[in-house]
DNA sequence: TACATTTGACCCAT
DNA sequence: ATGGGTCAAATGTA
């Protein structure tokens, strides 16, 4: 089918069963790489939490002897592996914006030579279902003030939002075939568009009230939808004119996995080859 | 009462 | 030794 688009066009429901069979497969693999992933982390915070009843017990035996003079106990408190290198997308904004996903602040910190502390998210259903997703929200020294929000991690659970709609299209000038996991438009674009968008849409807390009342900036507290836990995928799941208009030059992501270009026009992709182990030729 | 936030302590990576 | 990421008790809020 994807070989020969003329097919494709009188036979859209063939494609659509197919695009369903594709989803599904990727959401096999994913869930089975996350599983994966969750048994490989050596110390991972989750594995490691004790129950208070033993650390209680910890802190019984500890008595008489400085904490700091221990050797260190990997069960203890505050133990966990601080994670190097996985998904990391650093999107620069002006104002904060609501992703969609609920967010539990879980710490917050004096950064050396930075003007504004910065605030650790992780996802609220990290213990409820598992999802290592986390984000950092900083405003930045600039004037005026942006902020940098960092993403760790990918979204396994299940708040998810939309659903993704893969669409097909073909490359007139090159012959190759582009999928385009699109939420509900045709990309009329040459670049390969990608996106494993979220299910369905509810909005969550997003950032406390408390963040709204005291920091932001803009005095138009807009809040964009915005998955960024899909990678920079999400960008490009929404249509080409709302990214212009909403990230222009003014914002813009940034990510250790993508390699990324902001244009007026909206995003471009670089490097595709990072993402994870699939190709899209 | 349940859930979210605050904040000092703890520990890892550099 | 130090900065930064996370934990968890204390506190706040609905």
Same mark, same amino acid.
Do not use: A, L, M, Y
């Given at each position: 089918m994807l070989d020969r688009p003329e097919k494709i066009e009188s036979d859209l429901k063939s494609v659509n069963s197919v695009v369903v069979q594709i989803l599904g497969m990727f959401d096999n693999t994913l869930s089975i790489l996350s599983s994966s992933n969750l048994n490989e982390i050596p110390h991972s915070p989750i594995n490691d939490v004790k129950s208070p009843s033993s650390w209680d017990d910890q802190k019984s035996e500890d008595s008489g002897e400085s904490i700091k003079t221990k +050797?260190?106990? +990997?069960? +203890?408190?505050? $133990?966990y592996k601080r994670r190097k290198n996985g998904s990391m997308l650093t999107k620069f904004t002006s104002t904060l914006i609501d992703d969609g996903y609920a967010w539990r602040k879980y710490g917050q910190k004096v950064i050396l030579n930075s003007k504004h502390q910065r605030n650790y998210y992780r996802c #609220? /259903?990290? !213990? =409820? @279902?598992? $999802?290592q997703a986390t984000k950092q929200v900083q405003k930045t020294n600039d004037e005026p003030s942006k902020y940098k929000i960092t993403y760790n991690g990918l979204h396994t659970c299940n708040n998810v939002q939309r659903a993704p709609q893969i669409i097909v299209t073909q490359n007139p000038s090159d012959n190759s075939t582009l999928i385009s996991f699109e939420t509900n438009t045709l990309m009329e674009n040459n670049k390969v568009g990608f996106c494993f968008s979220s299910m369905k849409h509810t909005p969550k807390e997003g950032f406390p009230l408390g963040h709204i009342k /005291? =920091? @932001?900036? #803009? *005095? *138009?507290?807009h809040y964009t939808p915005w998955d960024p836990a899909a990678g920079l995928s999400q960008v490009l799941s929404e249509p080409m004119s709302m990214i212009s208009s909403e990230l222009d030059c003014e914002d813009m992501v940034s990510s250790g996995v993508f390699s990324t270009t902001c244009s007026t026009h909206g995003y471009e992709i670089?490097?595709?080859?990072? !993402?994870?182990d699939f190709l899209f030729e």
């Open positions: +050797k260190p106990v +990997k069960t +203890k408190r505050g $133990c #609220s /259903h990290k !213990f =409820e @279902q598992g $999802c /005291h =920091e @932001q900036v #803009s *005095s *138009s507290d670089d490097d595709i080859n990072d !993402f994870g």
